[in-house]
């Protein structure tokens, strides 16, 4: 997003949103109820509101700063001054693609390639924020910058790069690509040459038209990626040598990873700066809670506590945990065999909370660290 009125709105914005403790969407809604809007704001509204380079309605805009404890009249005004930014001056509006000097001919495919956001998304505060830090330091510099999200299966990692990368995406106007490198899943993971053969094909570069080796390939790769500001998501790493093929090189561009692994050679040779997620905090799993399964929560506070606690704040051990409460007793805020042990199933593991275990809780709880090689104190 180019610099002027309509990006000091939304960096003032999600400064405010980060200010308030970053409500989820959920309950935002809950906090806009209101008589004449019963049920609050229309979640699609309210992602509206921080994730679209359009602006909002200034009505919808205006009651979410207001429950976030901002000052109305001041963000009217930064509001008032985008709007007209976006609808009367061109000038400070990103140029379509197709007329950038800098640009060739056929550069006008914009790719948009990011999974569905992750709904609903709670906590992760810190280490957002320092996403949101390196995105600002990659401009202040005009350098590339990648960013390397760690952590053990069931953590979150790919739930936030994807949150993340959606509420960001405004600010990369020649598009967002997309891989799924599958090294936490079974089978063969794609090679380097399909994953650069998709990309270049999201950027408007015909398959008949690609060079034959890999080296070439990727060579072309960022020969396109040149000149352009665009966020490359890869998802479940396994090894560096998937990720540094698919490296743009080209300032403009953030490349995020995430990966089970420490991916050192990322970090070691390629400026990669790595984020170890640990689990929720007890308040964000509960959250986390309330959104999946609703007020049941807030009338069993105890049991939801102690249901985050018995799944080590992990949140696809949350999510499985409470789409059995719902498939098995809907009243209920336990499922039968949350009550009986602490054992919970997945579709991909099964585990026993126990100290050691991949559900027992971690020392480092929803807070990112900055490191160049993973802690032996997880």
Request: glycine letters at 8%; aromatic letters at 4%.
């Amino acid at each position: 997003m180019p610099a002027g009125p309509l990006a000091d709105f939304y960096d003032r914005l999600h400064a405010l949103h980060l200010a308030a403790g970053q409500p989820s969407v959920r309950r935002l809604q809950q906090l806009t109820r209101a008589e004449r809007r019963p049920r609050g704001i229309n979640p699609t509204s309210i992602h509206a509101v921080f994730t679209r380079p359009r602006l909002a309605r200034w009505e919808v805009v205006g009651e979410i700063v207001r429950v976030l404890g901002g000052d109305v009249e001041e963000f009217a005004a930064l509001w008032r001054r985008a709007n007209h930014c976006r609808s009367h001056d061109d000038s400070l509006v990103d140029p379509p693609p197709h007329t950038r000097p800098w640009a060739s001919a056929d550069a006008a495919c914009v790719p948009h390639e990011l999974p569905p956001d992750v709904v609903p998304f709670t906590g992760r505060g810190p280490v957002r924020a320092a996403l949101d830090a390196l995105l600002a330091e990659g401009a202040t510099r005009a350098a590339m910058m990648t960013a390397l999200l760690t952590g053990s299966t069931g953590i979150g990692k790919s739930a936030l790069a994807v949150h993340w990368a959606h509420r960001v995406a405004g600010r990369f106007p020649d598009g967002q690509l997309y891989a799924d490198l599958r090294g936490e899943s079974p089978g063969q993971p794609p090679t380097p040459v399909e994953v650069l053969t998709a990309f270049l094909n999201a950027l408007g570069v015909a398959t008949a038209d690609l060079p034959a080796t890999p080296a070439a390939l990727a060579a072309r790769y960022r020969t396109r990626m040149s000149g352009r500001r665009m966020l490359v998501l890869l998802d479940n790493a396994s090894a560096a040598g998937q990720v540094r093929p698919l490296l743009p090189g080209s300032p403009g561009c953030l490349v995020l990873v995430t990966s089970r692994d420490d991916l050192a050679e990322l970090v070691v040779r390629h400026g990669a700066r790595r984020l170890e997620l640990g689990p929720l905090s007890a308040e964000a799993g509960v959250e986390l809670l309330r959104g999946l399964i609703g007020d049941r929560v807030d009338a069993d506070p105890e049991s939801a506590y102690d249901l985050v606690r018995r799944c080590g704040g992990r949140p696809l051990a949350l999510r499985v945990a409470a789409e059995r409460m719902t498939a098995h007793r809907p009243t209920a805020l336990v499922t039968p065999a949350l009550t009986t042990t602490p054992t919970l199933v997945t579709p991909t593991l099964t585990t026993t909370a126990r100290s050691g275990s991949a559900l027992a809780p971690a020392r480092v709880v929803d807070r990112p660290r900055l490191c160049a090689q993973r802690s032996t104190a997880q």
